[in-house]
């Protein structure tokens, strides 16, 4: 049974950063695709970072592009998310998600195992 466990949400200003993870489990974690999604007070779930099995190969919403930067250890079997200047459009419920083999794509179909979720809220 897989288990994702993200952490590092919280409460910040607008412009300021945080860094999100996502602890898994079992020794298969460095061969699937990885993801982050996020879903807003009232807004369906939404793609924000894509990272192949390797983490050579990275992929970003346009409202994110610039500002956040998704790597994987995949020795500690964690998925990480930096994010900088932070927006009040920010503010959602973070999940992280593995894919179905080394390749997914952005939608949620394509992800088999999904994380409880980490809240973000970013303040004006």
């Known amino acids: 049974q897989v288990q994702l466990v993200e952490s590092g949400g919280g409460l910040v200003q607008a412009g300021k950063s945080l860094r999100l993870s996502c602890a898994g489990s079992?020794?298969?974690?460095?061969?699937?695709?990885m993801a982050w999604f996020r879903q807003g007070p009232g807004k369906e779930r939404e793609f924000v970072a894509y990272?192949?099995?390797?983490?050579?190969?990275?992929a970003y919403a346009d409202s994110v592009k610039g500002r956040f930067t998704i790597s994987r250890d995949n020795a500690e079997n964690t998925l990480y998310l930096q994010m900088n200047s932070l927006k009040p459009e920010d503010t959602a419920v973070y999940l992280c998600?593995?894919?179905?083999?080394?390749?997914?794509?952005?939608?949620?179909?394509?992800?088999?195992?999904w994380g409880q979720g980490t809240q973000v809220t970013v303040s004006s």
């Open positions: 998600a593995r894919g179905r083999g080394s390749i997914a794509a952005k939608t949620t179909t394509d992800y088999d195992y």
């Open positions: 079992g020794r298969t974690f460095g061969v699937y695709a």
């Open positions: 990272i192949n099995w390797s983490g050579v190969s990275t």
